[in-house]
């Protein structure tokens, strides 16, 4: 029987390929979008999101555990920050994810996809092959309530940080192997997803503190990189 429905999250090439290929394995097809110029050609619904958005209202009018969603944004970091959002809302979703290289497919694995597709490898034999025979993965889910060698944790940043006085969009997350950055929580308490619209324009300061996953060891050398410690150890964090 088809999956009732195919979320397709990025407006692109990859896309367009994986539309053409699914067409007919599913009930219907949702496309989402970070530009609201993109317009829809008529084989499927276009809808715009943005990356901090409430996924509540999805799981009113999509049957999520019979459906998978396709992460195919080409920005590496908001790809696997859209992976781990749906992750942490949707359990039972089965999420694919395209990767650039083996440190992203590594990190999409982590942020809970069940399939990563290196971006050389998206033709449509290996699309329908991973369409009919899914790999599971250990998920975000099993980091918060399971035991698991990855952690969570508040790192501050410090007045010697290389990241003070950074804009957010201006750093270079790729550089930090073994790290997800997740959102990051400013002096008076409020956090914000650090690809979210208004987060993308925030000045670091000094005593803001980031959210991030990672091995022990990855967090420590990343602690050491941007001259910042860590505020509280959430191993045992939960949403």
């Known amino acids: ?44 619904e276009l809808e715009y999101f943005d990356l901090s958005d409430e996924w509540a209202d999805m799981q009113k009018s999509v049957d999520m555990k019979n459906s998978m969603a396709f992460c195919v944004l080409e920005d590496t970091a908001e790809n696997i920050f859209l992976t781990i959002s749906l992750r942490a809302n949707f359990k039972d979703l089965t999420i694919i994810a395209i990767s650039s290289n083996k440190e992203s497919a590594n990190k999409l694995l982590m942020a809970g996809a069940n399939k990563v597709i290196p971006l050389t490898e998206t033709t449509s034999d290996i699309i329908t092959n991973m369409l009919e025979k899914p790999i599971s993965h250990k998920i975000l889910h099993d980091i918060l309530y399971e035991k698991s060698s990855l952690k969570i944790a508040q790192v501050q940043i410090g007045e010697e940080s290389e990241f003070k006085d950074e804009q957010l969009t201006s750093i270079d997350w790729t550089r930090y192997n073994g790290i997800i950055v997740l959102s990051v929580m400013h002096e008076d308490l409020k956090s914000e997803f650090i690809y979210s619209s208004k987060a993308k324009r925030h000045i670091i300061k000094s005593g803001d503190v980031l959210i991030v996953v990672g091995f022990e060891k990855d967090i420590q050398d990343f602690e050491n990189k941007i001259r910042s410690k860590r505020y509280v150890n959430w191993s045992h964090w939960s949403w």
């Open 1 to 44: 029987m088809a999956k009732t429905t195919a979320l397709i999250f990025g407006y692109n090439k990859y896309a367009h390929e994986i539309i053409r290929n699914v067409k007919d394995k599913y009930n219907s097809i949702k496309v989402f979008s970070l530009d609201e110029n993109d317009k829809a050609e008529g084989l499927y």
